[in-house]
């Protein structure tokens, strides 16, 4: 039974570090996620390996780990970017009609 468990859990990790493609394209890009050899990784994929060793069950974690804290950084940074551009749309609105601009203002556009 938790053989079972960690033998999902290893090959959503692989579909979640290789993204969007084919499942050839999926085990490449984990692969070279991990560090892995490809085949091991084609090998926790397709549920092949009965057993996962620890070492190979922490280096995935580790990395879904990473990739995980990387799309929030980057999700921060896309934010930030929106809110640079709604303060400067603001400001330019300011200066075509401020009485549209004070309105946005007290409704919270910003």
Do not use: C, Y
Request: charge should be positive.
């Amino acid at each position: 039974m938790r053989a079972e468990l960690i033998q999902s859990e290893m090959a959503s990790a692989v579909r979640l570090l290789g993204g969007d493609g084919t499942a050839k394209e999926q085990i490449t890009r984990a692969a070279r996620s991990t560090g892995l050899p490809h085949t091991v990784i084609e090998r926790l994929r397709w549920r092949k390996l009965k057993r996962v060793p620890a070492d190979i069950a922490d280096v995935v974690r580790e990395s879904v780990e990473q990739h995980n804290e990387e799309g929030l950084r980057r999700a921060k940074h896309e934010l930030f970017i929106a809110q640079q551009r709604n303060t400067a749309l603001l400001a330019r609105l300011e200066a075509i009609d401020p009485g549209l601009a004070r309105a946005a203002a007290v409704e919270g556009w910003r």
